[in-house]
């Protein structure tokens, strides 16, 4: 791991065609406050949100769902006094029900989004918000419909940017084609690579910016096995591949991951994350960490400099096909996701779209 002095200087970068400026790497809040374990003490969380930018990490990404809410208002304080030197994501589109049970309902519906959207900017004390997202897509309401309310409030000054999160290819083209959109959010890992397929084409093709969540497979590719601790079931329950079952077999993965770090003499997770970094030059990855030296050794993935053989020895090493299990739980990903009560698609006139 690098010394805090050896930190590499993080670069900065351009986000989608209207050039949003933010650190070529940024930092993932949800495991502060929300499902990786109970949540991290406030004031220790704020001061990594500060170590951070003083490192030159200055974009931040959160959720209103995170938490719920709690997330956003633990960023708010970081910030307070530094918003200038910020850019700060958040995403709305995904709530629970009244009872905060993991019955997940999207809403892409109007007046969702406007709600949504001054709720977050209470909660995190700004006047406005740098990047916007829809955080999931839904199927109830023609994204036209839910990208023109964004479009309202970058129109009124309470956003400055627009973006998707695991959105489809065809969406990304519907919501782009009402405003630009600055960024989408996806999963892209070595073990997550069917992005690359369709979405990443899209994005490159419209000048879209790309922003990787889960960048180390859930902390996996940083060598974070599930062992029963506090936290661990939450990984194990909702991804497949952190099951029991499906850990061992991707522990031969990981084994040939370390053996190229070591020819590289980086980490684990440096040698992950500088191949994400390689793959675009609009790409800017979100690893989410609740450390100081966790950050700091992400840093050190822009000293790691790899050619296109070796890029491609990496992700021979870990080959999709080899990867056991699903990215998430069938539940997670189809009909369980429950919808709000907004208009069905055949009750959108078409002049609305």
Same mark, same amino acid.
């Given at each position: 791991?690098?010394?805090?002095?050896?930190?590499?200087?993080?670069?900065?970068?351009?986000?989608?065609?209207?050039?949003?400026?933010? #650190?070529?790497?940024?930092?993932?809040?949800?495991?502060?406050?929300?499902?990786?374990?109970?949540?991290?003490?406030?004031?220790?969380?704020?001061?990594?949100?500060?170590? $951070?930018?003083?490192?030159?990490?200055?974009?931040?990404?959160?959720?209103?769902?995170?938490?719920?809410?709690?997330?956003?208002?633990?960023?708010?304080?970081?910030?307070?006094?530094?918003?200038?030197?910020?850019?700060?994501?958040?995403?709305?589109?995904?709530?629970?029900?009244?009872?905060?049970?993991?019955?997940?309902?999207?809403?892409?519906?109007?007046?969702?989004?406007? #709600?949504?959207?001054?709720?977050?900017?209470?909660?995190?004390?700004?006047?406005?918000?740098?990047?916007?997202?829809?955080?999931?897509?839904?199927?109830?309401?023609?994204?036209?419909?839910?990208?023109?309310?964004?479009?309202?409030?970058?129109?009124?000054?309470?956003?400055?940017?627009?973006?998707?999160?695991?959105?489809?290819?065809?969406?990304?083209?519907?919501?782009?084609?009402?405003?630009?959109?600055?960024?989408?959010?996806?999963?892209?890992?070595?073990?997550?690579?069917?992005?690359?397929?369709?979405?990443?084409?899209?994005?490159?093709?419209?000048?879209?910016?790309?922003?990787?969540?889960?960048?180390?497979?859930?902390? %996996?590719?940083?060598?974070?096995?599930?062992?029963?601790?506090?936290?661990?079931? %939450?990984?194990?329950?909702?991804?497949?591949?952190? #099951?029991?079952?499906?850990?061992?077999?991707?522990?031969?993965?990981?084994?040939?991951?370390?053996?190229?770090?070591?020819?590289?003499?980086?980490?684990?997770?440096?040698?992950?994350? $500088?191949?994400?970094?390689?793959?675009?030059?609009?790409?800017?990855?979100?690893?989410?960490?609740?450390?100081?030296?966790?950050?700091?050794?992400?840093?050190?993935?822009?000293?790691?400099?790899?050619?296109?053989?070796?890029?491609?020895?990496?992700?021979?090493?870990?080959?999709?096909?080899?990867?056991?299990?699903?990215?998430?739980?069938? $539940?997670?990903?189809?009909?369980? %996701? $429950?919808?709000? #009560?907004?208009?069905?698609?055949?009750?959108?006139?078409?002049?609305?779209?």
């Amino acid at each position: 791991m690098a010394a805090a002095a050896d930190v590499p200087t993080v670069p900065r970068v351009k986000l989608g065609p209207e050039g949003l400026e933010v #650190s070529a790497l940024g930092l993932g809040c949800m495991a502060m406050t929300f499902a990786y374990g109970a949540a991290k003490p406030e004031e220790e969380m704020i001061e990594l949100i500060r170590h $951070a930018v003083e490192r030159g990490v200055t974009f931040f990404d959160t959720a209103d769902w995170y938490g719920p809410h709690t997330n956003e208002v633990v960023l708010g304080k970081a910030i307070k006094g530094i918003r200038e030197k910020v850019q700060i994501a958040t995403k709305f589109g995904i709530t629970t029900d009244e009872n905060g049970q993991w019955t997940i309902y999207i809403r892409g519906d109007p007046e969702w989004v406007r #709600s949504a959207c001054e709720g977050s900017l209470k909660r995190l004390g700004v006047d406005y918000i740098d990047l916007y997202y829809q955080h999931r897509v839904d199927n109830k309401v023609p994204i036209e419909i839910t990208v023109r309310e964004m479009k309202k409030l970058v129109e009124e000054g309470k956003v400055k940017h627009l973006g998707l999160s695991e959105a489809s290819a065809s969406d990304i083209r519907r919501a782009h084609a009402v405003h630009p959109i600055t960024a989408v959010q996806l999963e892209w890992s070595l073990w997550s690579r069917d992005v690359e397929e369709e979405i990443i084409p899209t994005c490159r093709e419209l000048g879209i910016g790309i922003v990787p969540y889960s960048p180390l497979g859930r902390g %996996f590719f940083a060598g974070y096995v599930p062992a029963g601790k506090e936290g661990d079931e %939450f990984c194990s329950l909702l991804f497949p591949r952190m #099951s029991p079952e499906n850990l061992e077999k991707n522990k031969v993965l990981l084994e040939r991951l370390k053996t190229l770090a070591d020819k590289k003499n980086c980490s684990l997770n440096q040698l992950a994350l $500088a191949w994400v970094i390689h793959k675009d030059p609009d790409v800017v990855a979100i690893p989410g960490t609740t450390k100081k030296a966790n950050l700091d050794s992400n840093i050190g993935a822009f000293s790691v400099h790899l050619s296109e053989e070796e890029i491609a020895e990496i992700e021979a090493a870990v080959p999709i096909d080899e990867v056991a299990g699903e990215r998430y739980i069938a $539940a997670h990903m189809s009909s369980t %996701f $429950a919808y709000s #009560s907004s208009p069905p698609l055949s009750s959108w006139k078409d002049s609305e779209i």
